[in-house]
């Protein structure tokens, strides 16, 4: 079972930027769509942004131009900046595959203050 470890939330001012960080155990991380998703209290979970094993991406509405995926195949890890920060941004960040397959890790929290 693929064990995901997310990392890189914090407190930020609106405007401000945040590199989020997601570690997957297990090679089959290389050859999947990944993906990060955010979920605030009391609404599902919703899909932010994907890459392609060879990096091809895909962006919600709501945060493109503003957030940028990435892979390093290499390390296992995705990641995710997210520059430009909205107070509508603040939600707990998950990553998982695309669609998602594997048990969820803890997910990291990020707040947008305005």
């Known amino acids: 079972q693929v064990q995901l470890v997310e990392s890189g939330g914090g407190l930020v001012q609106s405007g401000g930027s945040l590199r989020l960080s997601c570690a997957a155990s297990?090679?089959?991380?290389?050859?999947?769509?990944m993906g990060w998703y955010r979920q605030t209290p009391g609404k599902q979970r919703e899909l932010v942004a994907t890459?392609?094993?060879?990096?091809?991406?895909d962006y919600a509405y709501s945060v493109k131009g503003r957030f940028t995926i990435s892979r390093d195949n290499a390390k296992n890890t995705v990641y995710l900046q997210m520059d430009s920060l909205k107070p509508e941004d603040t939600a707990v960040y998950y990553c998982?595959?695309?669609?998602?397959?594997?048990?969820w890790g803890q997910g990291t929290q990020v707040t947008v203050s305005s």
């Open positions: 890459i392609t094993p060879i990096s091809s991406t």
């Open positions: 998982n595959r695309s669609p998602p397959s594997w048990s």
């Open positions: 297990g090679s089959i991380f290389r050859i999947v769509d």
